[in-house]
């Protein structure tokens, strides 16, 4: 066989590979359809205090790499998983519901893997039912997708008044 014939092979098969190669993902509506869909058991979950349902819509570090959760608000924060985890262990001990006005979620791709959630929500809080208040947020989050789905890796509550 004449070098030709070999190099004429290797073009041959590298054009074919490239012709069946991946096509690079890009965000879909189905993708947008998740992230609105994890917030929404996000809430779910927070508003019935289910700490594992609440956890499991959250983003774990692959091994090795740095936690990416983050809660940042006005008055305290929370980096990484088990620092939020636990912060809403002591939370659901007491009344939180968190409700967002599902008509007005808006997901915002960032990238094919990354997107911004912002969800208009009412947030009631307290020790009890008697001294619970509610208020109004604006809630920024981001959403990343990974090996078993979209999950949430920061939430920022913003006081909307």
């Not at 074919?16 to 869909?37: C, G, I, K, L, N």
């Not at 790499?65 to 636990?86: H, M, N, T």
């Not at 997901?107 to 009412?122: E, G, H, I, M, N």
Request: aromatic share 8%; with cysteine; charged share 20%.
């Amino acid at each position: 066989m004449s070098i030709q014939t070999v190099l004429a092979c290797c073009a041959a098969i590298a054009m074919v590979s490239a012709a069946h190669a991946e096509a690079p993902h890009r965000f879909t509506d189905e993708d947008r359809q998740a992230v609105e869909a994890v917030f929404i058991r996000q809430a779910e979950a927070a508003t019935a205090h289910d700490i594992d349902a609440f956890a499991g819509v959250l983003a774990s570090a692959p091994a090795g790499e740095p936690d990416p959760i983050v809660l940042l608000a006005r008055s305290y924060q929370f980096w990484g998983k088990p620092a939020l985890i636990e912060h809403f262990n002591e939370t659901f001990k007491g009344v939180w519901k968190f409700e967002p006005d599902v008509a007005k979620i808006r997901v915002v791709p960032l990238s094919a893997d990354v997107a911004q959630l912002y969800a208009p929500t009412r947030v009631t809080a307290g020790a009890s039912e008697a001294t619970a208040k509610t208020a109004s947020f604006l809630v920024y989050e981001t959403a990343v997708r990974t090996a078993d789905g979209w999950r949430i890796a920061s939430i920022v509550p913003v006081p909307a008044q």
